[in-house]
């Protein structure tokens, strides 16, 4: 089987929004990226993935199986990490333990143990005890305690200091590489995707806009800024998107447009994934004025 997730087609229905026919295969042992701003669909799409919400139309097929005769088999393959904790403010990490192991078959303590020790969290301090960051760390070691060949993760890292955010980076990078995991990760935090992401999608308005490789992306645009009167040099089939802002037009063009005909008119940079969200959104509102 050569992916591990594979969505067709598929489609979840709300009175103010629409997460429209997204289709995606997902293969074994990538980090994907999952942006998008508030309300684009990454939390429907997750929750779609777990089984949280029934589909309206389209398919979901997770280790070749499908949620609706397989739910337990699934789910025993599949961590999860949310942005609130799910564990109850009065239990200790020991104690998680204990009821981990009666609910996930491959469950091992020794590989719990071993995490909280790498993410420096007590055995034995308490939830209501832990700062945020502590919470964090400790849902991402229950994740992968039971060795997981899905890690789905929803802003795991939002609202941590730095150092917190290198350490489950680290860990989800050797998580990765040592067991062939595939993670999927929604984010905010779109430096975080630079570092560690092989592949990202980008939701807007419930519609894919894209899905493709990290190396790719970054090869594949431009960023241009000018002048109102130099924006019209560009070439218009090359422009992606663009919007106004401050008096200068900033605009995503894709790479094969010969940025040195245009050398002193306009300044050139390389997107970062901030870069090109950014891009995107603000060219579909228009923003042909000065904010």
């Known amino acids: 089987m050569k992916n591990i997730v594979e ?8 009175p ?4 429209d026919s997204i289709n995606m295969e997902l293969p074994y042992g990538e980090i994907i990226g999952l942006i998008g701003e508030n309300g ?22 997770i280790f070749d199986m499908k949620y609706n005769k397989n739910e337990m088999k699934i789910k025993q393959n599949i961590g999860f990490v949310v942005d609130e904790c799910c564990f109850h403010s009065c239990l200790n990490p020991k104690e998680i333990n204990n009821i981990m192991k009666y609910i996930y078959s491959k469950w091992c303590s020794e590989t719990f143990f071993k995490l909280l020790k790498d993410l420096k969290i007590s055995e034995v301090i308490e939830v209501n005890e832990m700062s945020k960051g ?12 039971h060795n997981p060949k899905l890690l789905i993760l929803d802003e795991v890292t939002s609202g941590l200091d730095p ?12 998580s990765v ?21 092989d592949k990202v999608a980008f939701l807007h308005k419930g519609k894919l806009v894209f899905y493709e490789p990290m190396d790719i992306l970054k090869k594949k645009y431009k960023i241009v800024e000018c002048s109102k009167n ?23 063009i894709n790479n094969k447009e010969n940025i040195s005909n245009y050398k002193g ?17 603000k060219g579909d509102r228009n923003y042909d004025r000065a904010t």
Request: glycine share 2%; aromatic share 6%; no cysteine.
């Open 16 to 19: 103010n929004f629409k997460l």
């Open 177 to 197: 590489l040592n067991k062939k995991t595939t993670v999927i990760f929604s984010t905010h935090i779109t430096s975080d995707l630079d570092k560690i992401a």
């Open 7 to 14: 969505i067709k087609n598929l489609t979840k229905s709300y």
């Open 163 to 174: 150092v917190i955010r290198d350490d489950i980076l680290t860990i989800l990078q050797r």
């Open 265 to 281: 008119l306009v300044d050139v940079k390389t997107p970062n994934l901030d870069d090109i969200m950014l891009a995107y959104i």
């Open 40 to 61: 684009a669909g990454k939390t429907t799409l997750i929750s779609l993935l777990l089984n949280q919400l029934h589909l309206e139309s389209g398919e979901i097929r």
């Open 134 to 145: 502590m919470k964090k760390k400790l849902m991402l070691a229950v994740a992968l305690s």
């Open 230 to 252: 130099n924006y019209n040099i560009i070439k218009k089939e090359n422009i992606v998107t663009s919007y106004l802002q401050n008096g200068k037009y900033h605009v995503l």
